[in-house]
């Protein structure tokens, strides 16, 4: 098997012995000017973008990277501190509303080249074969235009590269992981020991987290920082697991660079590059084709923002897509104090999970279902639930003394997509006059239901575990849609090889793709999706072969 990831992609070869950064590698990067026409720019350095620009430079693609943040050095930029970690979070300025809004700047948006990924928990299931036909099957959501079957070779590619280590999973499409489950903490424990109580299938795992070495990746210390970011490189994100090996073969990541508008020619209908600030500085980067992977906020953001006499209502909105159907999915947290100490900080927040719950139940009044795990959140955070449920003072104290009694599990509900949850642009511009992004959100009723039944189950496994007292938040994780594929233009932005509809070299390759979301964490898929483009470009028409090799197919014939 390591011959085969080595082949596909030696990033973690590439790190230093000891497991870091390896500097010189940026500092040899090669470097374009924005004069120079390169095969492909690339708006976003984060799971889609970084897996896309990896992919293709092996196919021989001259790719400049955007990214609107920093170029991280985990050793030098990130700490072992709650408070001190807010840098890796996306704050620029948004705007939220609806019913029901969603709090955005922290566990669901990321900011830096790595994406959210350098700050996700590192749990990676894959979706299950019903995701992709919830209207057929479910009679809600929307179908995929592709099947599970035909990306579940790029699941087994991402799950080798990242790698994934975990118990055999017996849900969705069975199926093992190539590393070993990592031992369990006192939060883990309590988990398996509830639901076997209360006769519920859980297991161990995945996560994207060496267990032992992995090329110079070193094993996980279980110091419990993930969502802070992993400070020893033994959690996967983009930075390690992509990056190092896009940069050896010739990719450019350009940070701090801020993109605000992709340019089409009137004429043609191609995208011919895309407008940028740096340093205070508009650039332009001239490119044959262009990227979008910047998420499910950001991405529709800056397709609104790019309309022109051709598409005066935003980029590719022909039949008013971009920025509907955006999603989150319903993340209660339950917390359960015990009388004996369980010290849910010592090892990584997702240990273990149960989907047995993940399926539309015909018993049910609600469609599809839930997925639950172990999230131990850290004091700052935990501070937050306490104080959600309206404890302070002297109470508060005391709740905040008995940190270590407590363990914590977090459940993922399948919210459904609808149009009207979405994002536009509003009156207010950033520091670059770049119009903010408005998201509205409001919840159905099928939501509701989902989020009651799943605090239900992770009470319930809890209190069969011995917890004395149980407390529960509501609260959102993981977005997804904005951009969502489709089979046919009335349907979606791109189509299933991640293609625009309306500028045929335009992709879109990030979570505001995925039609639904499941009730697992998107990372993992948004990879996948991504290689599976950069397949089907490398092996697609003269049209999506770069420069380089038309040009030595012209020299041959």
Known sequence: MTLAVRARNESAWLLTPRGGIDEGLRERMRRFHDEDEVDLVIVGAGAGGSTLAQRLARGGWRIVVLDAGPFWNPEQDWVSDEAGSHQLYWTEPRQIGGADPVPLGSNNSGRGVGGSMVHYAGYTPRFHPSDFRTATNDGVGADWPFAYEDLRPYYEQMEAELPVSGQHWPWGDPHDYPYRPHPVGGNGELFLRGAEAA?????VGPVAITNGRFGHRPHCIYRGFCLQGCKVNAKASPL???????LAHGV?????????RVEVDERTGRATGVHYVRGGRQRFQRARAVAIAGYSIETPRLLLNSASKRFPDG????????????????APQTGGRFEAEVRMYKAPPPEVSTEEFYETDPSKPYKRGFSIQTVSPLPITWAEHIMAQGHWGAEFRN???????WACLGALCEFLPQADNRVTLADEQDRNGMPVAHFAYSQCENDKQLVKAATTVME???????????VTIDRYAHLVGGARMGSRP????????????????LFITDGSVLPTQGSANPALTIMAVAARAADRLLAGPDAGRPVAARTSALAAS
Do not use: W
């Open 199 to 203: 006769g519920i299938e859980a297991r």
């Open 315 to 330: 980029l590719c909105n022909d039949h008013d897509l971009v920025g509907r159907y955006l999603m989150v999915q319903g």
């Open 240 to 246: 390690i697991t992509h990056l190092p090996d896009a």
């Open 399 to 405: 709740y905040m003394s008995d940190y270590v009694h």
């Open 252 to 260: 450019e990541i350009r940070a701090d660079s801020m993109v605000t």
């Open 460 to 470: 319930r496994i809890l209190k069969a575990a011995g917890a004395d007292e149980v």
């Open 490 to 505: 009335e349907e979606g932005v791109v189509d299933g090889d991640c293609r625009s509809f309306a500028v045929e070299n």
